[in-house]
């Protein structure tokens, strides 16, 4: 078993920065990858990026690619998502993802949204 819990949404502008956090609880040495997922109103849950739990490979969605970057506090079992020149259609809710044998472990979201 894992909880993550994430933090970090709120209202910025287009164009400007937010950084969010999900913090990994439990059996955290079982955790091969984390992901980050968002899913804005009325649409279907997007992948945005995966990285290895080791830290020794990320994938980002095109979408992202050259904007957002995944880091990790290994000492507090922190991940980071830090979003840059964000765009009104990066509005949604974002979701970290880890994977433990094959099983899927979701947090709870938070609220990121880009508006003037």
């Known amino acids: 078993q894992v909880q993550l819990v994430e933090s970090g949404g709120g209202l910025v502008q287009p164009g400007g920065s937010l950084r969010l956090s999900c913090a990994a609880s439990g059996s955290i040495s079982s955790i091969s990858s984390m992901e980050w997922y968002r899913q804005a109103p009325g649409k279907e849950r997007e992948f945005v990026l995966r990285?290895?739990?080791?830290?020794?490979?990320?994938y980002y969605s095109d979408s992202v690619k050259d904007r957002f970057t995944i880091s990790r506090d290994n000492a507090k079992s922190t991940v980071y998502l830090q979003m840059n020149s964000l765009k009104p259609e990066d509005t949604a809710v974002y979701y970290c993802?880890?994977?433990?044998?094959?099983?899927?472990?979701w947090g709870q979201g938070t609220q990121v949204t880009v508006s003037s």
């Open positions: 993802r880890v994977m433990i044998s094959g099983l899927p472990y």
């Open positions: 990285m290895s739990w080791s830290g020794g490979y990320t």
